[in-house]
């Protein structure tokens, strides 16, 4: 890395573009008082960012805008370019913030505008940047914002003016410490955005947690809720399946049985009007049978009569037979006899007749007896069949009397199972409307899902006879259980579930993410604190270590200017209000130190220590001008030997210096140019003869600064 150029436009009195190049490692800038030669060294401490407008002699950045003369007119824009080699491709960007930044330049070209509006602008190979950028870029190659290495004119003693915080904070820039310091501002930077981050999400979660329980609240009902519904779907499903099942059987068994009834009664009725056409036939019967019966007593009469008759005649016959023989027989016998003997005898012939007559009687008697016989004996037996078959008829009407008695009785029987299959089927039909609505309940809370009842394995539901005792119990059980679970349910409300779901998913799935996203914080809080603790600890470890080095050189450097004495520096370690100060003392501090009795410092920082040969003046305030910058140009040039910054410019530096010291100046110049660039402004002989190149500066006819290379006899006319 080396500084190649600087060019200069518009820029206070350089009103035209103006090129300075650097090629050697010594480049002395001359002229006369008032041309420009610091205007130069300003054009350098602006581009590289310079916030001051006081080191840059203005009051704003317009200021440093051409402002015109007799002859050109005023520039609308001061602009500086400043160009690096970067064929080491040594710059670099740290940080996060630097990664769209492209540095893969073989030069490295800076520059930076202002315009009358006081606008600033940062440039970087083409590509606008921010101030942020452009220190960041400069740390990386160690040359450090406090401006340490860029000494302007009358600023040789401005370390030894400087309070001890600001003199850590040029050493620790010296010793290319700012780029850890760049990078703690930006850790203690994203460590405050995250602590911020943090007490956002913190007081996010803490806002969002009365309402994240309330849900979780609601989600817990809900859930119990649906846990319910769940074991109430079950209980639906089985306790509707068993009753559709029993309904169903139930339906069948009254229809079945109805049916039952109604046929058995009907052939019962069929059978209990059934009169008999038996007793009809009986009365007929009897009809007949009194019929023969008169017949018979008629003929019995008729028979009497006859037989009346017959004796009669009977008797007639033998009436007339008998006197006969008895008049022949026996003439003594008794006076009727011989009465009727006589009669007969006197009508013998009359009686023979009318015997005959008699005996013709008897025969149509007897056969009229006979024929009335035949009859009687047909009639008797008639009316035998006839007692016999009424008999049996009324036998049989009895037999009919009974059956239909107990037709009626079952009639009877079966009416009042009919009442009660009816009574039954009232109730079936109640239950069945039970039923129905128990399903509209049931899809009301738990969903259509309880109609899946149907399809529910009938395996999975034992016992399975409809209304039995043992199942309905179980019923009984299903529907209290049911009717428990529905009154908690209505308890628990759960109207608007889904939507407390989504809000809780929502806002429990944002509260997790706060948490991980705090738990990610607090990760790269710790990160972040300690990656600070590391940079201090390490800027800490490297400053003690430099400040060591740079004593060495100090001193070196110190002895050789003033030909012995001592310069160092110590830190000054921070320390609590109302304590003494504490001071570290250095290795190579080699001489007495007092401690200050008053102005305790509370900060960190650089005391510089300096004793002159010969003289007992310790304190700084005490030395001479020369004393004071020859003090700096030792600790300036130890600095930078211990770490040397890409160039050094120093604006007439070396203007208190006598003859003696300017050629020790001199010849520390060639040292510190083995590793540094120098950029001297100077009207000292001494330190133009170490130059390699010469550029006088001097104010042209136009009013501006002009730039010419010079030659060191031409150069030593133009400083005067
Ligand atoms: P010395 O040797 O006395 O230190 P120098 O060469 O360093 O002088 P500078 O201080 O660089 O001189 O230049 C100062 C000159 O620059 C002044 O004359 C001043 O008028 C001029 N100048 C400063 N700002 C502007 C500006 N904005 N426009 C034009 N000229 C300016």
Not at 355 to 366: C, D, G, R
């Amino acid at each position: 890395m080396r500084l190649k150029t600087l060019e200069l436009n518009g820029f206070k009195s350089f009103a035209q573009k103006t090129v300075l190049e650097f090629d050697e490692a010594i480049v002395a800038v001359v002229g006369p008082n008032g041309s420009g030669k610091s205007n130069v060294v300003e054009a350098i401490r602006y581009v590289l960012g310079e916030q001051s407008m006081k080191s840059m002699r203005g009051k704003s950045g317009s200021d440093l805008i051409f402002k015109g003369s007799k002859t050109l007119p005023k520039a609308s824009k001061a602009s500086v370019a400043i160009y690096f080699d970067n064929s080491d491709k040594i710059f670099k960007l740290g940080g996060s913030d630097g990664e769209n930044i492209n540095l893969n330049y073989e030069t490295i070209a800076i520059s930076r505008e202002v315009f009358s509006d006081d606008l600033n602008k940062y440039i970087l190979n083409g590509s606008e940047v921010r101030l942020k950028d452009i220190h960041n870029l400069l740390a990386s190659v160690n040359i450090g914002s406090s401006g340490h290495h860029i000494i302007s004119q009358g600023e040789a003693d401005r370390i030894l003016n400087a309070n001890i915080t600001l003199r850590r904070e040029m050493v620790e820039d010296a010793l290319g410490l700012k780029i850890y310091q760049y990078k703690i501002k930006d850790s203690a930077r994203k460590l405050e955005r995250t602590e911020e981050n943090m007490k956002e999400a913190t007081l996010l979660r803490r806002e969002n947690a009365p309402h994240l329980n309330f849900l979780r609240k609601q989600v817990e009902k809900f859930e119990k809720g649906k846990a319910m519904q769940a074991e109430l779907l079950a209980l639906y499903r089985e306790y509707l399946y068993k009753e559709s099942v029993f309904l169903e059987k139930e339906k069948e068994n009254l229809k079945g049985e109805k049916e039952k009834i109604g046929h058995e009664l009907k052939i019962l009725a069929g059978k209990i009007s059934y009169s008999g056409g038996e007793s009809q036939k009986g009365n007929k019967k009897i009809e007949e049978l009194r019929t023969a019966e008169k017949k018979i007593n008629e003929i019995q009469g008729q028979r009497g009569e006859l037989e009346r008759k017959l004796g009669r005649i009977e008797g007639m016959i033998e009436a007339k037979e008998s006197r006969f023989r008895i008049g022949n027989i026996c003439p003594t016998c008794g006076r009727e006899l011989r009465d009727i003997k006589n009669d007969g005898l006197e009508t013998a012939a009359n009686s023979e007749k009318e015997v005959a007559e008699l005996k013709n009687s008897q025969a149509s008697i007897l056969a009229e007896m006979t024929r009335i016989g035949s009859e009687e004996k047909s009639l008797a037996g008639a009316i035998e069949k006839l007692k016999e078959d009424l008999n049996k008829e009324a036998e049989a009407l009895r037999d009919l009397e009974r059956e239909k008695f107990t037709y009626r009785v079952r009639h009877q029987e079966l009416t009042s199972a009919l009442e009660l299959v009816n009574i039954k089927e009232t109730n079936l039909k109640a239950r069945m409307e039970n039923f129905a609505n128990e399903i509209k309940e049931g899809v009301a809370l738990v969903g259509q899902d309880i109609l899946s009842y149907k399809n529910q394995s009938a395996d999975a539901l034992l016992p399975q006879d409809g209304g039995s005792k043992a199942s309905a119990t179980t019923q009984e059980e299903l529907k209290k259980k049911i009717d428990r679970i529905k009154i908690k349910l209505e308890d628990a409300g759960l109207g608007s579930g889904a939507e407390i779901m989504k809000e809780y998913k929502e806002t429990s799935e944002r509260d997790a993410f706060l948490e991980r996203e705090l738990d990610d914080l607090a990760k790269s809080l710790e990160a972040l604190k300690k990656l600070i603790a590391d940079l201090k600890e390490k800027i800490d470890q490297e400053f003690k270590e430099g400040v060591k080095k740079i004593n060495v050189e100090f001193q070196e450097f110190f002895s050789l200017m003033f030909g012995g004495g001592t310069g160092a520096l110590s830190i000054v370690l921070p320390k609590k209000k109302n304590r003494r100060e504490k001071v570290e003392p250095l290795e190579s501090a080699r001489f007495d130190f007092e401690e200050p009795e008053e102005d305790v410092p509370e900060e960190e920082g650089i005391e510089i220590n300096v004793s002159l040969p010969h003289k007992k003046v310790k304190e700084l305030h005490a030395l001479s001008g020369g004393e004071r910058s020859l003090t700096s140009i030792a600790l300036l040039f130890a600095m930078s030997q211990v770490n040397p910054p890409p160039f050094l410019v120093l604006d007439e530096t070396d203007a208190a210096l006598d003859e003696a010291n300017s050629r020790k100046y001199g010849d520390m110049l060639e040292k510190l140019s083995k590793h540094s660039e120098l950029i001297v402004v100077t009207h000292n002989r001494e330190t133009m003869s170490r130059a390699g190149v010469l550029y006088g500066v001097t104010v042209g006819s136009n009013g501006a600064s002009k730039l010419l290379s010079v030659k060191f006899e031409e150069a030593t006319q133009i400083a005067k």
